[in-house]
């Protein structure tokens, strides 16, 4: 590490051509999470260079439009020196260059995010507008690129007392659309995750309109762990968390605790990088919990006879935090979020298992609230099992003569080609019935308020009339029970008043679908129909709007020559069967977005605002998230 990087160190590849080409390869896609991948990659750069030991603070600014972005780093600032052989820079050969990154001489940090730089070339080659500041070695420099190619040739801008790199950018309006923007939100959830890994790390994030914001955190994933703990809004059942961290070998380090909430909380790590869809590491974790958990029952004679505690009790109201830093990393998976080196599972297990043994056995009245968790947990699980398992005996059998009464089938049996309307109320549902298409689509009408799933147990989430009614018409079962290929229906509308009570019950039936048949969301199935609030009629013509804004654009546009005639429909209740079939049931006039999962560190955090108390807010949020995917999309 003390050894000077130098130009001649780097292996030249390739040009940027096919990362314009195939953008998917490089950062997973170019939706919402495809642009803000472009931010990460350059913050990781300068994460990097922290973890290096040779910067100590990282400053993000958003601009005015949220369409580009500043990040500065006081560390060595990226090597200008010539290529010997090239004769350019090596900051002009690492941003157009695509290279790989073990191939620089291997000089690159031990416990990196594993890329040492190779991102900043992929985000130089998607944005339109890219321009690096370096302050090295008492000189000041700068370079300009364009969709990855030079724009100006590395200038020197004379001496200077700073040190470090500021990478300021655009990302390619032609890649991402137009209307991509940065979240704020995200960009600060992000940051300040990482200044929970990188303890003592100091980020600061200035979003247009807001003051600017600091994450440091000295204690590092500790406080990590109590954040999420009261963001869970459940209280934890010891007043001190376990926590063990281990410096070489690899680096590990863990928090956790257990609350009163009845779901599971992991967020885990590799070098910095968020891996929800677990790996290597979070096994190691799952088994270490499991093994000093049993045997510490087993040693203290807490189990009853007949009473078996599986894995899910342990975990039953957890809430860990797992970073870990290893030298090569593989990462696996369609957004490379798993991780994959083998080594890492006993690794974690052999340091985590005996480091909470010694801990429960140091702390009874801690080990005895946990265990006490531990023994509910599986209490409720068989009873819960039962309650589950009456409510998959009924939807296995497809017969129609078990269908919810209130249903409204429709007369085709081709799942692909079905849909679902849930509908609130029975006089919306009575017109979505009347102007519906026989053949494919199918009306179910929810009466009362749906449970929120968030909140209740499992068996009491399963035992909701309306709910079991949507379990039953869809057919494919519930949470371990589900199977997609029983599913009746492949698209699910949720169909809903345009007021508070209407986004609260679509709210809960997300929150439902979520936390009970996540599949459904993950695989694409479920949408939320977009009635519109306003008619306007012009001259003959019909026009229709989601929105006060959207009347008023629709008004801009006609002019004024005629008066248009307007009316607001306070319901569902008061279309007419035939305009709630033009503009909500007709898949080629309707207008709906699809739910996706996006980023799940995100969908968790935007879960905790959603069921928050305000529907209002809840729906506010969904809505102003709705757009930023070109309106055909919906993240949660
Ligand atoms: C705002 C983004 O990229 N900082 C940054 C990047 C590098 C270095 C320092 C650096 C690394 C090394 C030596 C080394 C990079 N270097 C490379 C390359 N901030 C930001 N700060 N000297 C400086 O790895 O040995 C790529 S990025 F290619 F030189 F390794």
Redesign the pocket.
């Known amino acids: 590490?003390s050894e000077?990087?130098s130009a001649k160190?780097?292996e030249v590849l390739e040009g940027l051509e096919p990362v314009r080409k195939r953008p998917a390869m490089y950062i997973g896609g170019t939706d919402s999470r495809g642009f803000h991948h472009l931010l990460w990659e350059?913050?990781d750069?300068?994460v990097?260079?922290a973890m290096?030991g040779?910067?100590t603070r990282?400053d993000v600014v958003l601009n005015d439009d949220l369409r580009g972005a500043e990040?500065?780093?006081n560390?060595?600032?990226?090597?200008v020196d010539m290529h010997p052989v090239h004769q350019r820079p090596?900051l002009e050969l690492?941003l157009t260059t695509l290279?790989a990154g073990g191939k620089?001489s291997g000089?690159?940090?031990a416990v990196s995010g594993g890329l040492?730089?190779v991102g900043?070339s992929v985000v130089n080659a998607l944005a339109s507008e890219l321009t690096v500041h370096v302050w090295?070695d008492g000189q000041g420099h700068v370079q300009r690129f364009s969709r990855g190619k030079v724009v100006s040739k590395l200038e020197n801008t004379g001496p200077t007392r700073k040190r470090?790199?500021?990478?300021v950018f655009r990302p390619d309006a032609d890649i991402f659309g137009a209307q991509a923007k940065f979240d704020s939100a995200r960009v600060a959830e992000r940051m300040e995750a990482a200044s929970f890994l990188h303890r003592g790390l100091r980020l600061s994030l200035k979003v247009p309109g807001q003051e600017v914001v600091e994450f440091h955190h000295p204690r590092g994933i500790q406080e990590y762990l109590e954040k999420l703990v009261a963001g869970r809004g459940a209280k934890a059942v010891t007043d001190e968390a376990f926590s063990h961290a281990k410096s070489e070998g690899p680096r590990i380090e863990v928090a956790l605790t257990w609350t009163e909430s009845t779901d599971e909380t992991l967020r885990t790590y590799a070098n910095g990088i968020a891996t929800p869809s677990g790996g290597t590491h979070e096994a190691g974790l799952k088994q270490a919990l499991t093994k000093a958990l049993r045997s510490y029952m087993v040693t203290h004679k807490l189990l009853t006879k007949g009473l078996t505690i599986a894995p899910e009790d342990v975990r039953e109201g957890l809430v860990a935090v797992l970073s870990v830093f290893v030298p090569e990393p593989q990462f696996q998976g369609q957004t490379k979020d798993r991780l994959n080196n083998p080594e890492v599972a006993s690794q974690v297990e052999g340091a985590v298992k005996s480091a909470l043994e010694t801990w429960l056995n140091a702390n009874t009245s801690h080990a005895e609230a946990i265990t006490g968790r531990i023994i509910l947990s599986a209490r409720a699980r068989e009873a819960s099992r039962a309650a589950s398992l009456q409510v998959s005996r009924k939807t296995a059998i497809s017969h129609r003569l078990n269908l919810p009464g209130k249903l409204a089938d429709c007369a085709s049996t081709d799942p692909s080609r079905c849909e679902l309307f849930l509908v609130e109320g029975d006089s919306a549902g009575g017109n979505a019935k009347q102007g519906r298409d026989r053949k494919t689509q199918a009306i179910l009408p929810l009466r009362g308020k749906v449970l929120n799933a968030e909140r209740a147990a499992a068996s009491a989430v399963l035992a909701n009339r309306e709910l079991q009614d949507v379990v039953q018409a869809l057919g494919c079962g519930v949470g371990k029970g589900f199977d997609r290929s029983k599913l009746r229906y492949h698209r699910v509308f949720l169909l809903m008043d345009a007021d508070t009570d209407g986004h609260h019950i679509a709210t809960l039936l997300l929150t439902f679908f979520y936390r009970h048949l996540p599949e459904l969301i993950a695989y694409g199935h479920v949408y939320v129909a977009q009635p519109p609030l306003f008619r306007v009629d012009i001259d003959g013509e019909t026009h229709w709007a989601l929105d006060d804004a959207e009347l008023a654009r629709i008004l801009a546009r006609v002019g004024s020559k005629k008066q248009p005639e307007i009316s607001r429909f306070k319901g569902l209740g008061e279309m007419t069967a035939e305009e709630l079939k033009q503009t909500t049931l007709d898949p080629r006039r309707r207008r709906a977005l699809r739910i996706t999962i996006d980023d799940l560190d995100y969908t968790d955090l935007t879960l905790r605002d959603l069921m928050g108390k305000d529907p209002a807010a809840r729906y506010d949020f969904i809505m102003r998230s709705a757009p930023q995917i070109d309106g055909s999309v919906l993240d949660i």
């Open positions: 590490m000077q990087y160190d780097i350059i913050v750069n300068a990097d260079e290096g040779h910067a990282i990040i500065t780093d560390g060595r600032g990226i090597p090596a690492i290279h620089f000089k690159g940090y040492h730089g900043s090295r470090g790199t500021k990478v």
